[in-house]
Every structure is written in structure tokens, then in C-alpha cells.
């Protein structure tokens, strides 16, 4: 599975952005869908996941991003709202099935999108 993401950009504090992430192959809804983030000199970092239509969130997003899967466009999107410049991050959208006491590592994810920069400025 290949994953395409795209939306980021440059956007003052308080604005908004959305971030999507479709594989250009065969719609494959099995799949669950994590995005992350990875800020410069720091590790790679849960943001949110759509799993078996649940989401999940870290406490740092919740309220602000709201992830969101399109079946007609096979696409998973990540609505960022009031975004911080603490939110300044490259962004990778990750496809996979793990098991839910994992949904947030990395390493329950095979598949991933090659990142987008979110710039948050101040």
C-alpha cells in the first residue's frame, strides 16, 4: 500500500489546515489510518487515528483535530484547527492494522505517505 499525502503549508497561529491522505492504488478500507508528526531534533510523535470507525486522539490535538475518513474519495483527512506553533512538524500519514493497545505506536503501521510540512508561525 502506498499512501499520498498532501495539504500542509504555512499558516498563522489560530489558523486551520487540512491534511489528506488517499493510496493512489484500490480503495482498501480495512485498513486503519494514523497520522503522526515529527518535529525537528524530536522523535516522531501519535497525533490521531481512525480505526474500525473509531478515532483516537493525543490529549495535545484533542478538541483541535478531528480526523475523518472519506469512502467515496478513499481518503483519510486530518482537519487541524487553532493550530499552535508547537504544531510546526513534518506530518505522515500510516496505514495498517494494529491491534488497539498499539494504535498510536508507530510500529503498528507497515505503510506510510512521504510527510508534509506544517509550518505554524507565530
Known amino acids: 500500500v502506498q499512501l499520498q499525502a498532501s495539504g500542509g503549508g504555512l499558516v498563522q497561529a489560530g489558523g486551520s489546515l487540512t491534511l489528506s491522505c488517499a493510496p493512489p492504488?484500490?480503495?482498501?478500507?480495512?485498513?486503519?489510518v494514523g497520522w503522526f508528526r515529527q518535529a525537528a531534533g524530536k522523535e516522531r510523535e501519535f497525533v490521531a487515528a481512525?480505526?474500525?470507525?473509531?478515532?483516537y486522539y493525543d490529549d495535545s490535538v484533542k478538541g483541535r483535530f478531528t480526523i475523518s475518513r472519506d469512502n467515496a474519495e478513499n481518503a483519510v483527512h486530518l482537519q487541524m484547527n487553532n493550530l499552535r506553533p508547537d504544531d510546526t512538524a513534518v506530518y505522515y500519514c500510516?496505514?495498517?492494522?494494529?491491534?488497539?493497545?498499539?494504535?498510536?505506536?508507530?510500529?503498528?503501521?507497515?505503510?506510510w505517505g512521504q510527510g508534509t510540512q506544517v509550518t505554524v508561525s507565530s
Open positions: 481512525i480505526a474500525r470507525g473509531r478515532t
Open positions: 492504488e484500490r480503495p482498501d478500507s480495512r485498513y486503519s
Open positions: 500510516a496505514a495498517g492494522r494494529p491491534i488497539l493497545s498499539a494504535i498510536s505506536s508507530p510500529q503498528g503501521y507497515p505503510h
